[in-house]
């Protein structure tokens, strides 16, 4: 299906002509927004994780935070 997405993209580019092109720009722009937000998300997950089992370890040792 991206295969498909892909050429229907490039036809544009190529035979659409500017309304084609700002397409282009607006779904690369897109993509790369989704990219950034699903790389923050995960960031942000994996720094709870760690802060959560370091909390846990300090509960295990008797100290609280």
Do not use: H
Not at 43 to 65: D, N, Y
């Amino acid at each position: 299906m991206r295969d498909d997405a892909a050429f229907r993209l490039d036809w544009l580019c190529e035979f659409g002509g500017d309304s084609a092109s700002e397409i282009a720009e607006s779904v690369v722009e897109k993509s790369r927004r989704n990219f950034l937000k699903s790389v923050v998300q995960l960031t942000v997950s994996v720094r709870a994780t760690k802060i959560a089992a370091a909390m846990q370890q300090l509960t295990f040792f008797g100290t609280s935070p």
